[in-house]
């Protein structure tokens, strides 16, 4: 298996560019700021695994530069804040967050889905459904939808994947391969978007 990461940021993920003191337990900062090494800001974190002959395995990414993941941010916060909201309530400041793709418009993502594009990496593919997931008090990221999709290459060789797109901008973040094998185990690098493989607003 065969895996690469592209990280895009102010410096070397890595390099140690200063120190930092932390906050003490009587601080009023929240969250706390920990003691430690201060390392270059990332805007993007990808991660992507293929097998032996260069079929995609999984695909991730996570940073400032998927679009739609800080306003889910802020409304993970809000959420987190009123643990007494109802449903309603929380799909209420979901739309006002600005959410371009919330649990009613699984007809409008499935028509912005960026087909082309993904065809280019994981051959012919045929959406098989989209479900949208996480806007519960729980779930950690702020909502996503997921969508499993058959895909067929050029050799006739077909695989089953699922994707991830984030619900405010529809970015792309996850791809991971839903029939497990010794080649092709279901996996989870971190987050990715480019602005090439996000749905279409």
């Given at each position: ?27 009023s900062q929240n969250p706390p700021v920990l003691p430690g090494p201060v390392y270059p800001k990332q805007y993007l974190a990808t991660g992507f695994k293929f097998d032996e002959t260069g079929r995609l395995l999984a695909f991730a990414a996570e940073g400032e530069a998927v679009k739609g993941l800080a306003v889910g941010g802020e409304f993970r916060e809000a959420r ?122």
């Amino acid at each position: 298996m065969r895996k690469f990461e592209l990280y895009v940021g102010e410096g070397k993920k890595d390099r140690v560019i200063g120190y930092i003191g932390g906050t003490t337990k009587d601080s009023s900062q929240n969250p706390p700021v920990l003691p430690g090494p201060v390392y270059p800001k990332q805007y993007l974190a990808t991660g992507f695994k293929f097998d032996e002959t260069g079929r995609l395995l999984a695909f991730a990414a996570e940073g400032e530069a998927v679009k739609g993941l800080a306003v889910g941010g802020e409304f993970r916060e809000a959420r987190e804040g009123h643990p007494e909201w109802t449903d309603a309530q929380v799909l209420s400041e979901f739309r006002q967050k600005g959410a371009q793709y919330g649990p009613p418009d699984k007809e409008k993502l499935l028509k912005n889905l960026p087909v082309d594009l993904l065809e280019r990496y994981l051959g012919k593919l045929t959406v098989e459904s989209a479900e949208f997931k996480g806007i519960n008090h729980d779930a950690l990221p702020p909502g996503w939808w997921s969508v499993r999709i058959r895909a067929k290459d050029r050799q006739g060789r077909q695989m089953k994947y699922t994707l991830l797109f984030e619900p405010f901008k529809g970015s792309l973040m996850n791809i991971t391969v839903d029939e497990p094998s010794a080649a092709a185990k279901r996996c989870t690098p971190s987050l990715h978007e480019t602005s090439d493989l996000s749905v279409s607003s």
